[in-house]
């Protein structure tokens, strides 16, 4: 069972906007920066959002990434085929002193 | 960009131990941490632990201490995860992946390919 919750999966179809919510507590999301990754099908993970809203060079700005209190947002807008993926959320949680992760979001493009 | 390139795919027994190696060429090596994450069939990914190769400090997730060891060759650029007295649950994906200049982070650069490991008798 992961530390972080985050629903298994979501939908969308192409040009809509998706939200995939990631939920926590005090010691991880509360006080700590989340991270997104998505990972496309029998492939590694890649960083996607960095430090809670950061976009490393390379991903498109249709990613976004948002906080509040004990829960983040991965935000996807003008959906694409290619954005079918799984997507993690992670955070530092100071009570294990590493990091932890979400279960994983699914992402189907209807 | 870093590159990390891991190990290739291993199956062992139950009991016996494994070692993955994650190497690293295009940037710097040692002043990053490397983290040891990994993805059960069908699951979500799960950190293990980190070293800091310039160092050679380590910080192991509790589930695992005591039976990974997390070395690196600053070297060769190479890290290594080693497991001992595997189980069938082990079966996984692991993952080599940069991190910050510090442990307080998850993730935070480019991922290895992934080494398959399966535990079968």
């Known amino acids: 069972q992961s530390v972080l919750t985050q629903p298994p999966s979501a939908s969308g179809t192409p040009g809509q906007r998706v939200t995939i919510s990631c939920s926590g507590n005090s010691s991880n999301i509360g006080s700590n920066s989340v991270f997104w990754y998505q990972q496309l099908p029998e492939t590694a993970p890649k960083l996607l959002i960095d430090?809670?809203?950061q976009r490393p060079s390379g991903v498109p700005d249709r990613f976004s990434g948002s906080k509040s209190g004990t829960s983040a947002f991965l935000a996807i807008s003008g959906l694409r085929s290619e954005d079918e993926a799984n997507y993690h959320c992670?955070?530092?949680?100071?009570?294990?002193?590493?990091?932890?992760f979400g279960g994983g979001t699914k992402l189907t493009v209807l | 960009q870093v590159q990390l390139v891991q190990s290739g795919a291993e199956v062992k027994k139950p009991g016996s131990s494994m070692k993955v190696s994650c190497t690293a060429s295009g940037g710097t090596f040692s002043i990053y941490v490397v983290n040891w994450v990994r993805q059960a069939p069908g699951q979500g990914l799960e950190w293990m632990g980190a070293?800091?190769?310039?160092?050679?400090?380590?910080n192991y997730a509790q589930k695992f201490q005591g039976r990974i060891t997390l070395t690196a060759d600053e070297s060769t650029g190479t890290a290594y995860m080693e497991m001992s007295t595997l189980r069938f649950e082990d079966t996984a994906i692991y993952y080599c992946?940069?991190?910050?200049?510090?442990?307080?982070?998850?993730?935070?650069?480019?991922w290895g390919q992934g080494t398959l490991v399966t535990v079968s008798s």
């Open positions: 430090k809670n809203n």
């Open positions: 070293i800091l190769p310039m160092y050679g400090t380590t």
């Open positions: 992946a940069r991190g910050g200049f510090d442990f307080w982070s998850p993730p935070q650069g480019d």
């Open positions: 992670a955070a530092w949680d100071d009570s294990v002193s590493g990091p932890v």
